[in-house]
């Protein structure tokens, strides 16, 4: 890869999206970029990784990040072996720490894990020589879904994030990926807005370099991008939310709504969606919805960070 010759990728982990530079940040955007040309090629296929292993460790359930990864993997030309909660011997009581030295010994290059636990990436990359890379862990961080999702921007937005103003809306509180796209976002010049009610907002939210707006119709007037998000049921506690056809009435994403942004602002969704909940299904499915589109460029940009990781065992990336 030509952009590799002038850039040394530094990091054995990819945890939160704090630790990248925004040489990093470039860098694995210019080179998602060059991976979604070989995910469209008839043969999507490339030997840059071929030997290397990936393990797959998803003790939270996922569609999009887990079946990303795993095509990411094999489209290089790594094998990649799932592990999942279920079917594993976590249900008999085997620690993270146990479940995570015995992969190991296996010797894989790269783990992926999604937990429940926030710092349970952190905890593993610790202990283990190979690269870990964070699929999600609890509230805290979903590194890759931000840098996904900043791909997606950096094509609507034409490579312009400076000055751009971008709105979340939906269940901050309980969001990985609002914390680890307004970390990243931000880091980039776009204005963030966050749209919730009040008993959704984050602890500790006054220190978030952003803008809160209590009503949808006062908070999307003028943006240049809209990021729903769905309600984390299973995270929250009871009382939070009174009702949830008047959460909907209030929070979801409407195309009327929609017509106070700016024309052309994408819509964005980590999903799983849940239709006319926070978004519309008349938005999810319109013509500024890019939601598809950040799938497609998750297996990109997960090439991307898999070749990095695996590649520095290596000494490679340079
Ligand atoms: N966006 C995201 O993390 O989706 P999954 O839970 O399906 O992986």
Not at 109 to 118: A, E, K, L, P, Q
Not at 228 to 245: H, K, N, S, T, V
């Amino acid at each position: 890869m030509e952009n590799d010759k002038a850039y040394l990728w530094s990091h054995k982990d990819l945890l939160d999206v704090t630790q990248l530079s925004l040489p990093d940040v470039t860098h694995i955007l210019d080179l998602a970029a060059s991976f979604e040309l070989v995910n469209q090629r008839p043969v999507k296929k490339v030997p840059t990784l071929k030997g290397k292993s990936i393990v797959l460790f998803f003790a939270e359930n996922s569609t999009r990040t887990k079946t990303s990864f795993d095509v990411a993997g094999k489209r290089l030309s790594a094998d990649t072996f799932s592990l999942a909660k279920s079917g594993s011997s976590i249900s008999k009581g085997e620690s993270l720490q146990d479940t995570v030295w015995t992969l190991q010994a296996m010797n894989p290059d790269v783990i992926v894990i999604r937990h429940s636990s926030s710092g349970a990436a952190q905890f593993i990359a610790e202990r283990l020589q190979c690269g870990v890379v964070n699929g999600g862990d609890g509230w805290h961080a979903h590194p890759t879904q931000a840098l996904l999702d900043c791909f997606t921007l950096r094509r609507a937005w034409q490579g312009q994030f400076a000055g751009k103003t971008l709105l979340i809306a939906g269940d901050i509180a309980h969001s990985r990926v609002a914390r680890s796209n307004v970390h990243l976002l931000t880091k980039l010049g776009v204005n963030v807005r966050i749209c919730a009610p009040r008993t959704l907002l984050p602890a500790g939210r006054q220190t978030w370099p952003v803008e809160y707006f209590d009503t949808l119709r006062d908070a999307v007037k003028g943006v240049d991008a809209v990021m729903c998000l769905r309600l984390q049921l299973e995270r929250m506690l009871d009382g939070l939310l009174p009702d949830l056809a008047e959460y909907s009435r209030r929070f979801c994403l409407t195309p009327e709504l929609l017509s106070l942004a700016n024309s052309q602002a994408p819509v964005l969704h980590p999903g799983p969606i849940n239709r006319g909940m926070e978004i519309a299904a008349a938005v999810a499915d319109g013509a500024q919805s890019r939601i598809l589109d950040q799938v497609a460029a998750g297996v990109a940009t997960r090439m991307a960070v898999l070749y990095l990781l695996a590649q520095r065992k290596d000494g490679g990336n340079k």
